[in-house]
């Protein structure tokens, strides 16, 4: 088992990044899956989720900015992140729910 997040990087506020998330799990196209974030300091958190059905659930406050989808063909999952503010600084990882081990997560700056 194995969660790659990447995409991160430095933005200004305002901005757009999208974040990918190489999922190599068995029976992929069976779970929910989630991009969660992580401030110093502060438990990890969901933020967006997609389900079987292509269901979509998001933190309110990004509800609007960010876009969560995914290809089961490829097991990846994607996090479209626009008009990104100073609070969405974090680390962002993915995962799939209910959670298994934690993979290496993808930092996310938003700094003018």
């Known amino acids: 088992v194995q969660l790659q997040a990447s995409g991160g990087g430095l933005v200004q506020p305002g901005g757009s990044l999208r974040l990918s998330c190489a999922a190599s799990?068995?029976?992929?196209?069976?779970?929910?899956m989630g991009w969660y974030r992580q401030v110093p300091g502060k438990p990890r958190g969901l933020v967006a989720s997609i389900a079987t059905d292509w269901t979509t659930n998001y933190l309110d406050s990004v509800k609007g900015r960010f876009t969560i989808h995914k290809d089961n063909t490829k097991q990846m999952v994607y996090l479209q992140m626009d008009s990104l503010k100073s609070e969405d600084t974090a680390v962002y990882y993915c995962?799939?729910?209910?959670?298994?081990?934690w993979g290496q997560g993808t930092l996310v700056t938003v700094s003018s």
């Open positions: 799990i068995a029976d992929f196209s069976t779970y929910v």
């Open positions: 995962n799939r729910i209910p959670e298994i081990e």
